[in-house]
């Protein structure tokens, strides 16, 4: 019974936590390791392309709630999330043709771009405050929880309870089948085998015919989806504040890097690596380990390695010590 318990706890502060977290760092990931592996620059404004495609999804949320709309049990978030695409794209393809477009043209070394995409994200990050504000924005609605801690305990008779959000369920399907489009896509549809093509060898591509502003066009079409998916079911999960996702960024590029830049499987292994790490460093362990020992043997410490304060910081050290002794990443991807 003591097992159970153990196992019950450690599921409901980490491992369903780190499985949501995790989900919603690899669709951040996919994005950052697409933008390198075909535009070839680490674009520093992914995370603030999270915050402006889930800012327009709020904006839309707020009103279909107005006008009596929604899904019922599941969040209203959902209907606007094409309208966050929409809003992300039109607003990377017009970065792209005032901004991007001229350093491509020039032959722009890729620490240049990487220098844009910085003035990039600091406008992205004042027009996203400018138009919601610096504070937190909650804009979740539906049933909050699939399996309250309280029924567990009484169908079960545990000690511990299981709460598992409706957020943290939606996230994983949502992750499972926008992953799942997006390998079909680049796998077996004509404009994915020319992306791939393009990021293998952009001269032989061209020599093949291949459009090089239609490959461009479309990965901002794919990065603006995947941005506001993951921005939406972080948001929704924990809460939307502009600033939270400039921090987000920190982790994202962590994912890919672990992953391997250029690897869109390395970005969701370095997704879930990276949660698991976090979540787990700063958690406190006494709960867990109080069911798995003699009470005689129980720690009067919290058994935790690190404050929450310094979740991120977990990301920098992983990301510090992956680039001096792997640089290409788990799955080898571009050198970084």
Excluded: C
């Amino acid at each position: 019974m003591d097992f159970l318990n153990a196992f019950v706890a450690l599921s409901n502060f980490v491992l369903i936590p780190a499985i949501a977290y995790g989900s919603q760092l690899a669709l951040g990931a996919l994005g950052v390791t697409l933008i390198y592996g075909i535009l070839r620059f680490s674009n520093f404004a992914h995370g603030d392309t999270m915050a402006f495609g889930t800012m327009v999804a709020i904006l839309f949320t707020w009103w279909f709630q107005s006008m009596g709309i929604s899904l019922g049990p599941l969040p209203t978030a959902l209907l606007a999330i094409p309208f966050g695409i929409a809003g992300a794209a039109a607003l990377l393809l017009l970065t792209d043709r005032v901004v991007y477009r001229f350093y491509r043209a020039q032959k722009a070394k890729p620490v240049i771009l990487v220098i844009v995409s910085m003035g990039v994200m600091f406008i992205y990050n004042g027009l996203t405050r400018v138009v919601l504000g610096p504070d937190d924005q909650r804009f979740a609605d539906g049933e909050r929880f699939l399996i309250g801690a309280l029924d567990f305990r009484r169908m079960t008779g545990l000690e511990e309870g299981l709460a598992i959000k409706s957020t943290q369920a939606i996230t994983l399907v949502t992750a499972i089948i926008v992953v799942a489009l997006l390998f079909w896509f680049l796998t077996y549809t004509r404009t994915g085998k020319s992306m791939r093509a393009y990021s293998d060898n952009e001269d032989l591509a061209l020599l093949s015919g291949i459009n090089p502003e239609r490959v461009v066009m479309v990965t901002w079409l794919i990065v603006a989806a995947l941005a506001t998916i993951a921005g939406v079911l972080y948001g929704l999960d924990k809460s939307y504040k502009p600033f939270t996702y400039f921090q987000l960024l920190l982790p994202v590029f962590a994912s890919a890097i672990v992953g391997g830049l250029g690897s869109p499987l390395g970005a969701i292994a370095g997704g879930f690596i990276i949660a698991f790490s976090e979540v787990g460093i700063v958690y406190a362990w006494k709960r867990v380990v109080a069911h798995m020992v003699p009470e005689a043997w129980e720690p009067e410490g919290l058994l935790q390695l690190l404050s929450t304060d310094y979740k991120f910081a977990v990301s920098f050290v992983i990301l510090v010590i992956v680039l001096l002794f792997r640089p290409t990443g788990l799955f080898r991807g571009k050198a970084v």
